[in-house]
């Protein structure tokens, strides 16, 4: 009897053991991720984004980020001149949105080693860097002449008379700087067959506001609250 219950405690031993090393090899401290970013105030590509997380204990991380996004109207309406160029009617600034932040990961469901799904729910905040930058136009002063000037409601009137929009990221150098903040939440689904590289997809809400409303169409109703739902897709390594 004493035989059979020893042997029974060692391979329950064993078997603890086992598992333990399964976990542990699966573990990770730190993992750093990048990716795209695809929301309700932007484009194809609403922005780019890197994480990097920090283990505070099995199912708790750190979360450092920082994120670029370019925040559209809805009211923007693209068109295309005679000469086959694609420009928005009515917008007077873009707004290119940095977003440093920090947060905390909770992991929910753990997946096995090398497969499987992890499901983690993230919250995060931080300040916002908002660029505001003027939207050019090639703008038909004449028959045969034109100019690249910032669209202005006031001047240009005359959508047959717009050739295209200015040259990528004229402008910038007459940015203003707004200083707000932002908050996400999100779960992320992380897949992957190998211990240390992961690729997984996150989908949330963000809130981002200003103190002073933001002109993107001077047109239109503009704000100085944004909200948005987004939808991201990232790879990267974990240690």
Known sequence: MFRKVSYLLFCSLILSLSAKAQTIDYDYVTETVYGVNKNTNGGL???LFIRHSRMIDDNMFHVFGLELSNVKHPKEVRYTSFLGN?????KQNYLYSIRPHYGRELILFRKAPQQGVQVSAIGAA???FGIVSPYYIDYATSRF????????PSVHDNRGEVLGPGR???GLGESEI???AHAKVGLAFEFGTFKTNVTGVEAGYMIEAFPQEIVLVPTAQNRSVFHSVYISLYYGLRK
Do not use: A, M, N
């Open 45 to 47: 590509i609403g922005g």
């Open 168 to 170: 990528i990221f004229q």
């Open 86 to 90: 694609t420009y928005i009617w009515g």
């Open 178 to 180: 707004k200083v707000g």
């Open 145 to 152: 002449d034109s100019e690249r000037v910032p669209f202005d």
């Open 126 to 128: 931080g300040p916002t």
